[in-house]
T-cell receptor, first 112, second 115 residues
Framework: DAKTTQPPSMDCAEGRAANLPCNHSTISGNEYVYWYRQIHSQGPQYIIHGLKNNETNEMASLIITEDRKSSTLILPHATLRDTAVYYCIVRASGGGADGLTFGKGTHLIIQP | DTGVSQDPRHKITKRGQNVTFRCDPI?????LYWYRQTLGQGPEFLTYFQNEAQLEKSRLLSDRFSAERPKGSFSTLEIQRTEQGDSAMYLCASTQGQSFTDTQYFGPGTRLTVL
């Protein structure tokens, strides 16, 4: 799986959009971008994933650049409960059975 | 859907003792994963089951670690002769394994402290 680079921490004001960047310059054609988050003392929670098109669900939006070398996770209206560590993960499609490779992620702090 | 459950949530043990953790995956999920997470780090993959078969082990899984999933449902992770370096959060995840998205759903984890 390709390596990802994320800023170690970010702040965002409550009610504003939180934009979390991720670089994955060595991503290959069959690799998806996944985002998980981990609230303190809980297990990781799946947020969203995508291949090359932008994706949106009830939690967030994922914007992937045309060259697929970077992506941005957008939480449109951040709340205090969105304070967590956010992990960007790249992995191959096809129901890959191997484990997810987590980095250190971005610690997002939502300020009241 | 009750989600992935793990038991116990916390375990404190003395160095040299054996410990066993249990994971109950989401019903009908045929893949089950174990991860370990130390303070300040992301989770690290340990091992994975497809039904009752253990198909992959990380090099992190030393000989003191053993995992089973005897009936393809719940799984246990045993650590023998615990060491202080084993102190970590042990996470379990499951997935149906049928969809190409292969989303892993995680349990709350078992936090192990070895004194």
């Amino acid at each position: 799986d390709a390596k990802t680079t994320q800023p170690p921490s970010m702040d965002c004001a409550e009610g504003r959009a939180a934009n979390l960047p991720c670089n994955h310059s060595t991503i290959s054609g069959n690799e998806y971008v996944y985002w998980y988050r981990q609230i303190h003392s809980q297990g990781p929670q799946y947020i969203i994933h995508g291949l090359k098109n932008n994706e949106t669900n009830e939690m967030a939006s994922l914007i992937i650049t045309e060259d697929r070398k970077s992506s941005t996770l957008i939480l449109p209206h951040a709340t205090l409960r969105d304070t967590a560590v956010y992990y960007c993960i790249v992995r191959a499609s096809g129901g890959g059975a191997d484990g997810l490779t987590f980095g250190k992620g971005t610690h997002l702090i939502i300020q009241p | 859907d009750t989600g992935v459950s793990q038991d116990p949530r916390h375990k404190i043990t003395k160095r040299g003792q054996n410990v066993t953790f249990r994971c109950d995956p989401i019903s009908e999920h045929n893949r089950l994963y174990w991860y370990r997470q130390t303070l300040g780090q992301g989770p690290e993959f340990l091992t994975y089951f497809q039904n009752e078969a253990q198909l992959e082990k990380s090099r992190l899984l030393s000989d003191r670690f053993s995992a089973e999933r005897p009936k393809g449902s719940f799984s246990t992770l045993e650590i023998q002769r615990t060491e202080q370096g084993d102190s970590a959060m042990y996470l379990c995840a499951s997935t149906q394994g049928q969809s190409f998205t292969d989303t892993q759903y995680f349990g709350p984890g078992t936090r192990l402290t070895v004194l």
